[in-house]
């Protein structure tokens, strides 16, 4: 059987016990949540760390609360099939819903977690293998080598963001709180990304994702998310998007957005979702608006050779996924899969 | 090393293992619990699926120690568990498996049993596509699923009362 | 053949059977249900070590040095071995034999086993495998066959001719040519199919134990025992009878299980060396890297027709890709063309298969062995000629039917055959008539067609023996205990066996026992291939009833002073027909047996009758009966995402006597599932390095619940005179047609034609935009 490496583990039973745990032990250190994607990760020796800290023990970080304001407050260790079934992440953020409810298979989404999805590692077909495949490939840019084998010459990694939820949040506006032994942060999710695929994430050592927050939406939202892969279940995405349409009282469109991943290293927001706004969804010029949108998504969307699936069908899909999802956020027959 | 207790199948148990082993490890290899299998390595094929406090997950991809203090069942658990409630035979999911022809070569289906019984305790009258569903990160390489599904619906039916489904070739012998 | 082969399709006792026939449970089932049954890895053994192999990171390379020694001195490292201690070639097929257990001088493919570590757990050995310098010379790879094909450099294998040919086989039958010259419509295509592998869910695994007096027992999963035994015999140089060989429960094979593994003689040397038992599992990865899944082929066909639809001839072309060593090849190259000649008539045909050598995984026999690519690419064809010509392809097909107890054009005898009862079943099942062009755009029906062997008389080595060994003993208590060397890979063989000696001895299920698979208990049988099992192990598990039978029946008949014809074995009892008063349980019909005979146990054997046709190959695909099979898929074809979707197939196989209903359904519902699974989703694919592009079940694209189309399973019994009452097979046959008429559908839904597999989204789309630009047509040639 493919084994792990050895590690200390500790499981603290308090975020405190975790940040010390994590100032004290410094690089040494990696936090594991569900650890659906670490654990492989490290099966494959691509970490190899000295102390796993597990946050399986640390009650307050799991649950999800409304907040006075309306806003869900989720604990970042609350698993993703808890946050696809509950009817306030259903009804106020469908997109969210249909997303953790799209990751992996079932067994997966009781062990994962949504702050585990949005840390999530990028992936890559030269990188997400054994130590002994690796080896014979000579290593790739991300782990243990200098050469980039999806961009012949790349001197920057583009392993893909695959976090199926990450979409889904960026168009809620939600909000990250990491927290640091004596410190804590609020950032917009959008502001977590760099485009270094061998570490996409702007996360200083020692902090803890503790929580995400996700704004009320006001009474005519809508989203779903859309996720291209081969089966219908298991997979991680080929392509993902969320969209969001937000209705005014008139049924006009008040605010959309459109967020994909699974193309770069970084999350992809889609430009000009504007020109739908001030639009009545079914008429004729909402749908040609429509139309010119999913195709402009397409030419902004620039999938690569990184993940399986051939990139220009990959590309191809952004048009109709656009469209199909888009309507069934606005219909409520989310997701779209494919 | 780390001592670990936990409830395997309704009982208390303590066992020592080192960190690094998963659930599926010290199940297998130290518990001799042979029944959960192993078929991928890492997540990819639900062969290895327990139910943690009664929530289908993946063994190879759980820390062991994760399980300390909650209930473990696995595939030995289910039958003994009827009994207890005073039941006959085996769990009416593995009867309708095994009834079924669900069970071929059967190196899958004590993940696809575990990941059934949670539904059916959740669920007790899926409809066909909660059960494809509910079973969708159990890979099956011997029947199509479809057996399986049958196997699924068999036990349903059999709880509330109703005629068990009849497949394609059933009808037709019987036609014929 | 002898006349014990013979025996009849009907019940023993009456008019109906007892057993046979009816959805009876597995004898394995509660033991699958409940956890208990034990496969390979569960085996634990008192200070079991754990074995590792190193494997080769070049795709072709010369080995120069090995030095074992850092891994040697590795605390827990118990033993090191490399090619040096285990330097004899093997290979399944005695003529072939290109493999060793860890590489001699060459590595061939990027996994390739170069040396092996026994320690006290995993993570030692697997520590050790890292201090274990090998020093290798890289020598360019041949990725492509017909890079392979043309090659100049050094070849993978050293022959006499210097190149990289693994087998060619050219073979021609009827009068070809005047078929062609005479034709109203000849139509020509290339067609292409890619790899893919068996997906078992249970990884391969060994334990290998040898006592203290050199007794070698091991427990592996394969689905061959007895060519394991062999094989451990001769590369280890022992007599045979120091070996016992044991198939623990089987978590499938699909024939990804059928050659002698590395893991078989590493854990026996290993063993051997440490005096302690040894085991070996294999992690997912490696099991992609031991393969022996489908030959990807190129296929090149001419197929000519009357306008009538009437086959003429047809002449076929196939480069077949091997991957690095020869594994089943030989057969496979025959297959490739020898089991396309029914169920319809070809009055002439002929093919030239080459497989060539390519530093890749090893292909070998998977699910329908060498003859699904030639029967998707033929059906494809033939439904171009349907089309061509303007005939419904259920009618072409009847109107080329090849009829029963007939020969085919390369002397495949041919018994019975209900393909016609398939195609009316599929045909009225899926609504053809009603539904087919009505479904509108985006929708489709297709249609194909198959056959495939239930063993053959080629038995792999020569010999004269039999095919097929039972033992049945029969105790006081009224246990019967059937010892049979069949493998039970899942398809329920042990069951089957089971069913038959409780009929023909009048038994109830739970009065019988079988231990299978196991060499020093059970008599040789030759494995789980070639769809033989059920057919000959049945037939000698009759053999050895019916011996028995006698016995009992004319010891009761003695006891009860009545004539035998007037004692029945049923349910349980032994019953005289003509005093309903007169019935005693059936271990009190034994008892009676065993004082009048003495101990009761009996043998039962199968052997082939001469067939095949009088030329090189000929017994090559030559069975005692065929199978046939009809398929009906209906598609889905979104056209803007290129996905292919399949709601529905109905399939209808002829298995002759359905020995269980319930089995055979399973069988050809498991089969279906696979053959749409290679064709849409699932690509064994090798990438520019040699490596296999994604050796894991989440990157080899196996489907779940939510991808398997609903399947209907039609059980076609055309009673077969040589079969166990009638019985043929039904675990590859059903697999064979469901591609291409996943692809026959595809054009009737959006009349794109697909001729390379695997259909993946891309590829629809880039032919749906050439039939846009009124590129895509077939090109009849008259």
Not at chain 2, 86 to 94: I, K
Not at chain 3, 96 to 123: H, N, Q, S, Y
Not at chain 3, 186 to 209: K, N, R, W
């Amino acid at each position: 059987m493919l084994r792990l490496p050895q590690f200390e583990l500790l499981e603290p039973s308090s975020v405190y016990g975790a940040l010390a745990a994590l100032a004290e032990h410094g690089e040494a250190a990696m936090v594991v949540a569900g650890g659906t994607d670490l654990l492989p990760n490290m099966k494959h020796g691509l970490f190899e760390p000295g102390v796993l800290v597990s946050l399986a023990r640390i009650p307050e970080l799991t649950g999800i609360h409304v907040q006075p304001d309306g806003a869900l407050h989720i604990g970042a260790m609350t698993p993703l099939a808890v946050v696809a079934a509950d009817e306030r992440v259903r009804h106020q953020a469908p997109s969210l819903a249909q997303a953790a409810g799209q990751v992996a298979g079932p067994q997966l989404r009781n062990q994962g977690t949504l702050g585990g999805n949005v840390l999530l590692d990028t992936r890559c077909q030269w990188y997400n293998q054994t130590h002994f495949w690796r080896q014979a490939l000579g290593y790739c840019l991300k782990k243990d080598g200098t050469v980039c084998h999806v961009v012949a010459g790349g001197k920057r990694c583009v392993a893909a963001a695959s976090n199926d939820t990450v979409p889904a949040l960026t168009t809620l506006g939600a909000e990250l709180r990491f927290e640091r032994l004596g410190a804590e942060r609020v950032i917009p999710i959008e502001e977590l990304w760099q485009s270094d695929g061998a570490n996409n994430k702007r996360k200083e050592p020692g902090e803890l994702l503790t929580a995400i927050h996700v704004p009320a939406t006001p009474a005519g939202h809508h989203g779903a998310y859309g996720k291209l892969r081969d089966r219908g279940s298991i997979d991680f995405p080929q392509l993902g998007m969320a969209v969001r349409i937000d209705l005014d009282a008139e049924g006009r469109v008040a605010h959309a957005d459109q967020v994909v991943i699974a193309l770069v290293a970084r999350p992809t927001r889609i430009k000009g979702t504007e020109a739908l706004v001030g639009l009545t969804p079914g008429t004729e010029a909402f749908q040609t608006a429509l139309e010119e949108l999913a195709e402009s998504a397409r030419r902004q969307c620039r999938p690569m050779d990184n993940i399986p699936g051939d990139a220009a069908w990959r590309r191809e899909m952004v048009r109709p996924f656009t469209r199909r999802t888009v309507l069934a956020a606005l219909d409520g027959t989310g997701p779209v899969t494919g | 090393m780390q001592v670990l207790q936990f409830e395997l199948n309704g009982d208390p148990i303590e066992v020592a293992a080192p960190p690094h082993w998963t659930l599926l490890e010290v199940l297998r290899y130290r518990m001799a619990m042979t029944g959960t299998k192993q078929g991928c390595d890492k997540g990819d094929c639900g062969a290895c699926t327990v139910l943690l406090d009664g929530q289908p997950v993946l063994a190879c991809l759980t820390l062991a120690s994760n399980a300390r203090g909650r209930q473990v069942t696995t595939i030995e658990g289910l039958l003994p568990a009827h009994r207890a409630a005073g039941g006959s035979g085996a769990d009416p999911v593995q009867e309708a498996f095994d009834a079924c022809g669900a069970l071929q070569c059967g190196f899958c289906q004590p993940g696809m049993m575990l990941s059934t019984r949670a539904l059916l305790n959740r669920n007790p009258e899926p409809s066909r596509a909660e059960i494809q569903e509910a079973l969708s990160g159990n890979l099956c390489r011997c029947t199509g699923y479809t057996q399986i599904v049958q196997a699924v619906e068999t036990a349903v039916a059999q709880a509330c009362g109703k005629p068990a489904p009849v497949a394609a070739w059933q009808r037709d012998l019987e036609e014929n | 053949m002898a006349s014990r082969d013979q025996h009849g399709t009907q019940p023993p006792w009456g008019e109906s059977f007892q057993v046979v026939g009816k959805p009876h449970r597995k004898v394995d089932g509660r033991a699958k249900a409940t956890g208990s049954a034990v496969y390979a890895d569960d085996i634990q053994l008192p200070g079991m070590l754990h074995a590792k192999l190193l494997r080769s990171p070049h795709a072709h390379a010369r080995i120069i040095s090995i030095d074992t020694s850092r891994a040697l001195a590795l605390p827990g490292v118990r033993g090191v071995i490399t090619g040096a201690d285990l330097p004899t070639k093997y290979g399944v097929i005695p003529w072939t034999m290109d493999e060793t257990a860890l590489a001699v001088d060459k590595v061939r493919f990027i996994g390739d086993p170069v040396a092996a570590v026994a320690a006290l757990d995993e993570d030692t050995a697997n520590r050790a495998l890292g201090l274990i310098d090998v020093q290798y010379e890289a020598l360019p790879a041949y990725l492509d066959p017909r890079q392979a094909l043309e090659q100049e450099g050094e070849p993978i294998h050293a022959n006499k001719r210097g190149d990289n040919v693994s087998k060619h086989v050219e073979l021609s039958f009827g009068d070809l040519d005047g078929a062609f010259e005479g034709a109203d419509l000849v139509l020509e295509g290339d067609y292409s199919f890619h790899g893919s592998t068996h997906g078992m869910i249970e990884p391969h695994c060994a334990v290998a134990q040898v006592d203290s007096a050199g007794l070698l027992t091991l427990w592996s999963s394969t689905q061959i025992t007895h060519y394991v035994h062999r094989a451990l015999a001769h590369v280890l140089d022992l007599p045979a009878h120091r070996i016992r060989v044991i198939q623990p429960c089987l978590g499938g094979a699909f024939g990804g299980k059928s050659d002698p593994f590395a893991l078989e003689f590493v854990t026996a040397k290993l063993a051997q060396i440490t005096g302690r038992p040894v085991k070996m599992l294999w992690t997912r990865e490696e099991v992609f890297y031991a393969h022996r899944g489908r030959h990807p082929m190129q296929l090149h066909y001419r197929t000519a027709v009357d306008k009538d639809g009437t086959l003429r001839g047809v002449d076929a072309k196939i480069l077949i890709d091997g991957g690095s060593y020869s594994s089943f090849g030989l057969v496979t190259t025959y297959y490739s063309g020898q089991l396309l000649t029914g169920p319809y008539t070809f009055p002439s045909y002929r093919f030239d298969s080459t497989r060539v050598f390519t530093n890749k995984p090893p292909c070998g026999p998977k699910r329908g062995h060498g003859s699904v690519q030639p029967r998707f690419a033929f059906e494809v064809q033939l439904d171009e000629v349907a089309s061509a010509l303007d005939i419904d392809p259920i009618e072409i097909r009847r109107r080329n039917f090849l009829g029963e107890h007939t020969k085919t054009v390369n002397g495949q005898r041919i018994t019975s055959n209900g393909f016609l009862e398939c195609l009316e079943k599929v045909e009225r099942a899926s609504g053809w008539c009603e539904r087919r062009g009505k479904l509108g755009r985006g929708r489709g029906l297709g249609v194909a067609g198959s056959m495939y062997i239930s063993g053959t008389n080629y038995p792999i080595y020569p010999n004269d023996m039999p095919q097929a060994g039972i033992q049945i003993k029969a105790d006081r208590s009224g246990v019967v205990t059937i010892f049979t060397g069949g493998n039970d890979i899942g398809q329920g063989s042990n069951s089957v066996v089971a069913y038959l000696v409780a009929e023909e001895l009048g038994l109830e299920l739970d009065a019988v026992r079988v231990i299978a698979a196991d060499t020093d208990l059970c008599p040789v049988d030759l494995g789980a291939y070639s769809s033989r099992v059920t057919f000959m192990v049945g037939n000698a598990a009759i053999d050895a009833a019916r011996k028995l039978r006698k016995q009992v029946v004319q010891a009761v008949a003695e006891k009860w002073e009545v004539d035998p014809a007037r004692v029945r074995l049923v349910g349980g009892f032994a019953l005289d027909l003509e005093d309903s008063e007169r019935h005693i349980p059936s271990c009190e019909a034994f008892q009676i047996a065993e004082a009048r005979f003495d101990t009761l146990g009996a043998t039962g054997s199968y052997n082939t009758p001469t067939l095949g046709g009088d030329y090189r190959g000929g017994t090559i695909g030559a069975s005692p009966a065929y199978s046939f099979t009809a398929h009906i898929v209906e598609v889905e074809v979104d056209e803007e995402t290129g996905r292919i979707t399949v709601p529905k197939v109905w399939c209808a196989h002829d298995c002759g006597r359905a020995l269980n209903p319930m089995l055979v359904a399973g069988q050809i519902e498991g089969s279906v599932y696979m053959g749409i699974a290679e064709a849409l989703l699932e690509h064994h694919q090798v990438n520019r390095f040699g490596l296999h592009a994604g050796p894991s079940l989440l990157d080899y694209r196996m489907p779940t619940t939510m991808d398997t189309p609903e399947i209907e399973a039609f059980v076609v019994e055309s009673f077969d005179p040589e079969g166990p009452y009638g019985a043929k097979e039904a675990g590859e046959g059903p697999l064979h047609s469901a591609i291409p008429a996943l692809a026959n559908a595809i054009y009737d839904a959006v009349g794109i034609r697909l001729r390379d597999l695997p259909f993946t989204p891309a590829k629809v789309l880039a032919a749906l935009a050439e039939q846009r630009e009124g590129a895509q047509q077939p090109q009849p040639t008259v």
